[in-house]
């Protein structure tokens, strides 16, 4: 059985292409575009790795993964922020918050895929 | 407390200026050239019968070599030493400073005034970056479509067979995501250059404002005249300036006409004839009320006045909204005065007139008379709260021999030399270490 990503992104142009990039090299994708509802998602799905973003609508990234890192059974599951502020005070938000990776966008394609194989041990 | 160490330079400016020689005033107060020459250096000190006798010997009033107009000068560039590591013993030396290389403390305090606009210019923007909503959004609208794009574009270029159904797929999304780019960064364009409109808004409005007066002289023609036009005259005054600006412009240009229409000029010269400088005399001739009266004396020509006068208004929060400096009396631009100013202390009790002698901390020969009243913003209504703007008057006071407490006062806490104050927000940099210490 593949391993999962539950993509959390509200850009339907971006989502479609992490998607592509992800299935392409064998990832289960699942999406999910409202932060508002993500943690129950998050916590029903248990995906092998998360790709966050920060600003979605309903929650931001950093809260959802605040009161993630508080759930016990959840605190270990690892998650990959997207942020379109890069400057190293978001990264410092981000990593106080819990984030095992951090990538600013634009990324490339390339360091996304190896950025998730890394927070999935493959 | 620190001494005018400038008296000398004093000297020396009005002997060259009455053509004297320096041997020539020395023989005339009985005393060598080479000491003479000491004093005009500020290289010793000065006062008591020696004094008077070179200012009999100049033609000129004793106290006019002891007080000059460089406490501006001084305060700033106190100001400019405050922040670096400057020795109390270096720092002290200021007024020699200032009194032997004139023209280089003259440059530094422009520099400093130079700083402090660039500072609160770099402010603005990056509180405008932090907090401009738009400019965010557009911003990160722009990255997430950038961002879709390279992704897609990414996918297209690789070697890697793309179904064709995929193929275009990406190649709608490149598409559609370019538009929106397009779109996006058309509206930050015309944002940002709608914003260079506003090119002074990095500084404040009320600088802009500030500098309208200054030019003016703070007397303005034009609104002297019967049915002045406010409108015509802002937008010559305020050409080049900023959108806010201009509507602080007109509001107070507004006041100045109705102000002006109240208490003629004709009429005023008058007035001042009979009762000098003093606000409530001035609103009890025209029946007018107490900061009419001192907005007024504040703009009428220099030449109509014993001696010019001083004007600041604050809001409730104690925000300055009107500043007309003195030489010897500057008003902070940034940050707030001292807060034994009666300005301040008017807004405890409004209504009630402030009178009282002032004497500046850090510079006990000039003396002033500040007025101060509190006075409702608008109209009084049923049931409402009022909002109150403070208004002072600062006239020098010339009399050496008053009866009535002499206030001491400072311009800002920062430079002011009183340890004890109890309205003391900061500590000052005139102090000595153990009063630094907490």
Same mark, same amino acid.
């Given at each position: 059985?593949?391993?999962?990503?539950?993509?959390?992104?509200?850009?339907?142009?971006?989502?479609?292409?992490?998607?592509?990039?992800?299935?392409?090299?064998?990832?289960?994708?699942?999406?999910?575009?409202?932060?508002?509802?993500?943690?129950?998602?998050?916590?029903?799905?248990?995906?092998?790795?998360?790709?966050?973003?920060?600003?979605?609508?309903?929650?931001?990234?950093?809260?959802?993964?605040?009161?993630?890192?508080?759930?016990?059974?959840?605190?270990?599951?690892?998650?990959?922020?997207?942020?379109?502020?890069?400057?190293?005070?978001?990264?410092?938000?981000?990593?106080?918050?819990?984030?095992?990776?951090?990538?600013?966008?634009?990324?490339?394609?390339?360091?996304?895929?190896?950025?998730?194989?890394?927070?999935?041990?493959? | 407390?620190?001494?005018?160490?400038?008296?000398?330079?004093?000297?020396?400016?009005?002997?060259?200026?009455?053509?004297?020689?320096?041997?020539?005033?020395?023989?005339?107060?009985?005393?060598?050239?080479?000491?003479?020459?000491?004093?005009?250096?500020?290289?010793?000190?000065?006062?008591?019968?020696?004094?008077?006798?070179?200012?009999?010997?100049?033609?000129?009033?004793?106290?006019?070599?002891?007080?000059?107009?460089?406490?501006?000068?001084?305060?700033?560039?106190?100001?400019?030493?405050?922040?670096?590591?400057?020795?109390?013993?270096?720092?002290?030396?200021?007024?020699?400073?200032?009194?032997?290389?004139?023209?280089?403390?003259?440059?530094?305090?422009?520099?400093?005034r130079r700083?402090e606009t660039l500072q609160s210019s770099?402010e603005a923007?990056?509180?405008?970056?932090?907090?401009?909503?738009?400019?965010?959004?557009?911003?990160?609208?722009?990255?997430?479509?950038?961002?879709?794009?390279?992704?897609?574009?990414?996918?297209?270029?690789?070697?890697?067979?793309?179904?064709?159904?995929?193929?275009?797929?990406?190649?709608?999304?490149?598409?559609?995501?370019?538009?929106?780019?397009?779109?996006?960064?058309?509206?930050?364009?015309?944002?940002?250059?709608?914003? #260079?409109?506003?090119a002074t808004e990095t500084n404040a409005p009320q600088d802009e404002v500030d500098a309208v007066f200054n030019k003016?002289?703070?007397?303005?023609?034009?609104?002297?005249?019967?049915?002045?036009?406010?409108?015509?005259?802002?937008?010559?005054?305020?050409?080049?300036l900023s959108?806010s600006a201009r509507?602080l412009l007109?509001?107070t240009?507004?006041?100045?006409?109705? #102000?002006?229409?109240?208490?003629?000029?004709?009429?005023?010269? #008058?007035?001042?004839?009979?009762?000098?400088?003093?606000?409530?005399?001035?609103?009890?001739?025209?029946?007018?009320?107490?900061?009419?009266?001192?907005?007024?004396?504040?703009?009428?020509?220099?030449?109509?006045?014993?001696?010019?006068?001083?004007?600041?208004?604050?809001?409730?929060?104690?925000v300055t909204t009107f500043r007309?400096p003195?030489? #010897?009396?500057?008003l902070p631009r940034l940050g707030?005065?001292?807060?034994?100013?009666?300005?301040?202390?008017?807004?405890?009790?409004?209504?009630?007139?402030?009178?009282?002698?002032?004497?500046?901390?850090?510079?006990?020969?000039?003396?002033?008379?500040?007025?101060?009243?509190?006075?409702?913003?608008?109209?009084?209504?049923?049931?409402?709260?009022?909002?109150?703007?403070?208004?002072?008057?600062?006239?020098?006071?010339?009399?050496?021999?008053?009866?009535?407490?002499?206030?001491?006062?400072?311009?800002?806490?920062?430079?002011?030399?009183?340890?004890?104050?109890?309205?003391?927000?900061?500590?000052?940099?005139?102090?000595?270490?153990?009063?630094?210490?907490?």
């Open positions: 059985m593949s391993k999962q990503v539950l993509l959390i992104e509200d850009e339907p142009n971006i989502i479609e292409a992490i998607s592509f990039i992800l299935s392409r090299d064998g990832w289960t994708v699942k999406t999910h575009s409202n932060g508002a509802d993500a943690l129950d998602i998050l916590r029903d799905r248990q995906p092998d790795v998360v790709i966050l973003d920060v600003m979605l609508p309903g929650k931001s990234g950093y809260d959802i993964l605040r009161e993630l890192r508080e759930d016990p059974e959840n605190a270990a599951m690892p998650v990959l922020m997207l942020t379109a502020r890069g400057q190293s005070k978001d990264r410092e938000i981000a990593e106080r918050a819990g984030c095992n990776a951090f990538m600013t966008k634009p990324f490339s394609n390339a360091d996304m895929l190896e950025t998730v194989r890394r927070l999935a041990g493959t | 407390m620190p001494r005018d160490t400038l008296t000398g330079s004093r000297i020396r400016e009005r002997r060259v200026m009455a053509g004297i020689k320096q041997s020539e005033l020395a023989k005339r107060a009985d005393i060598s050239p080479s000491y003479l020459n000491l004093i005009e250096h500020n290289r010793r000190r000065i006062g008591g019968k020696l004094l008077i006798d070179i200012a009999n010997a100049l033609g000129v009033e004793p106290t006019s070599l002891t007080e000059g107009a460089e406490t501006a000068l001084l305060a700033t560039l106190r100001e400019a030493a405050s922040n670096t590591q400057m020795g109390e013993g270096e720092f002290a030396r200021v007024e020699e400073f200032a009194g032997r290389f004139p023209g280089w403390a003259a440059l530094l305090a422009e520099s400093q700083i770099v923007l990056t509180d405008r970056l932090t907090h401009d909503p738009h400019l965010a959004a557009s911003l990160h609208e722009m990255l997430s479509t950038v961002t879709a794009i390279r992704s897609a574009a990414s996918i297209l270029v690789e070697p890697e067979d793309i179904e064709p159904e995929w193929q275009r797929r990406f190649n709608r999304n490149i598409y559609e995501d370019s538009a929106r780019l397009a779109d996006t960064s058309r509206s930050l364009a015309q944002y940002l250059e709608a914003s #260079d409109t506003e003016a002289g703070f007397h303005i023609p034009a609104l002297e005249r019967d049915a002045a036009d406010v409108e015509d005259l802002t937008a010559v005054l305020g050409e080049g959108h509507w007109h509001r240009l507004r006041r100045y006409r109705d #102000d002006a229409a109240r208490m003629p000029l004709a009429d005023c010269a #008058d007035a001042v004839a009979e009762t000098g400088s003093d606000p409530v005399a001035l609103a009890a001739w025209f029946g007018s009320d107490v900061a009419s009266a001192m907005r007024r004396l504040a703009s009428l020509p220099d030449d109509l006045l014993a001696e010019p006068v001083g004007l600041a208004i604050c809001d409730g929060s104690c007309k003195l030489p #010897d009396f500057p707030a005065g001292c807060a034994l100013w009666p300005l301040y202390r008017s807004l405890a009790r409004p209504m009630m007139v402030h009178s009282q002698v002032m004497e500046q901390s850090a510079r006990t020969s000039a003396r002033y008379r500040a007025y101060a009243i509190a006075q409702p913003t608008g109209p009084v209504r049923a049931g409402q709260d009022v909002l109150f703007e403070s208004h002072m008057l600062v006239v020098p006071e010339p009399s050496r021999d008053i009866t009535e407490p002499i206030h001491e006062v400072g311009l800002t806490c920062r430079i002011c030399p009183n340890p004890s104050c109890e309205g003391r927000r900061e500590p000052s940099i005139m102090g000595t270490t153990d009063e630094r210490r907490f």
